[in-house]
């Protein structure tokens, strides 16, 4: 997509609501990396889960974005306008048996255990989902935050790649979007940690190069919980752009200056490329908000 780049990342947030804190924190790790590496910052809304889908929030994400001074390189891209090559890729896997149809229920693994629908002759009119045929292997990675990554597939469970409500499921189009767009730096946040190896796993099933990653703490309240749509996090306040980056910047860490206080977003943020240190982050996973 990109020529002659040695750094391309991305934010991909869903359009499930405004941005709250924890997303904003970490789409700023993700700049703040990519742009003191003189790298490209790509921005792709992942809207495929479309039950999901909040009206206005995509144009809600990017105005958060812009106020914030984080203006990304390139289009915007869309995980809708990509369900061919989905498609292609799961046919590619489907003709080397390394998929296969699966018409259990959650209730039914719950109580009867694994799925075995890869032995039986499946009538395929009714709904099914796909699942990848784990294989004895482990998956080892180096996270530049969390250092060495290992993790044994032998008692993993093959995993859902497409809903039975005919979606993409997460794993599989996130290994297939970060490669249509030459992602080589994926900076994320920690909860996401124990779904690498699941893409990586699906990444060498289908000769994909695998991005560094770096998986940041996440940002949790005074009881512990992760702020998150699900816990009900509200939107960050576009009225105060500065004061909030600059609080922003303490909780990556970066030890922002006094006199940065009441600088400008585009200050603060040239501050914050011009002293970017993520290895502040690395002997923690969470950071409390208070």
């Known amino acids: 997509m990109f020529d002659n780049q040695t750094y391309i990342g ?9 941005l709250h804190l924890g997303s904003l924190y970490t789409a700023l790790a993700s700049f703040l990396d990519a742009k003191s590496q003189h790298g490209l910052w790509l921005l792709r809304i992942d809207d495929l889960d479309t039950p999901r889908n909040i009206a206005g929030a995509t ?13 990304w390189d390139g289009s915007v891209v869309y995980q809708s306008q990509s369900t061919k090559y989905y498609e292609e890729a799961l046919q590619r896997l489907e003709l080397s048996q390394l998929i296969y149809a699966c018409q259990c229920s959650r209730k039914s693994l719950a109580t009867d255990g694994p799925c075995y629908c890869g032995e039986k002759k499946l009538d395929l009119t009714l709904p099914h ?3 990848v045929k784990i294989t004895p292997k482990t998956i ?6 969390q250092g060495l990554i290992s993790e044994n597939r032998v008692d993993q469970t093959d995993f859902v790649i497409k809903r039975k409500d005919q ?5 599989f189009a996130v290994v297939m979007d970060d490669h249509l767009q030459g992602i080589t730096h994926v900076v994320r946040g920690y909860d996401l940690l124990a ?7 699906l990444q060498q099933l ?3 190069t695998t991005p560094h990653y770096m998986h940041v703490p996440i940002i949790i309240d005074a009881h512990g919980f992760k702020l998150s749509k699900q816990t009900l996090a509200e939107g960050v306040d576009l009225n105060r752009p500065e004061q909030l980056l600059y609080e922003l910047l303490g909780l990556l860490r970066q030890n922002p200056t006094i006199a940065l206080r009441h600088a400008s977003v585009q200050e603060q943020l040239s501050w914050g490329i011009a002293h970017w240190n993520p290895q502040a982050l690395s002997d923690c996973q969470t950071i409390t908000w208070a």
């Open 195 to 201: 779904s690498t190896s699941k893409q990586i796993y």
């Open 59 to 71: 144009e809600l994400i990017l105005k958060t974005l812009e106020v914030f001074g984080l203006h």
């Open 129 to 131: 989902a796909y699942r």
């Open 206 to 208: 289908l000769g994909l």
């Open 140 to 145: 080892a990675f180096i996270d530049q935050l």
């Open 167 to 171: 979606i993409i499921a997460y794993q």
């Open 10 to 18: 991305r934010f991909a947030p869903s359009p499930t609501g405004p």
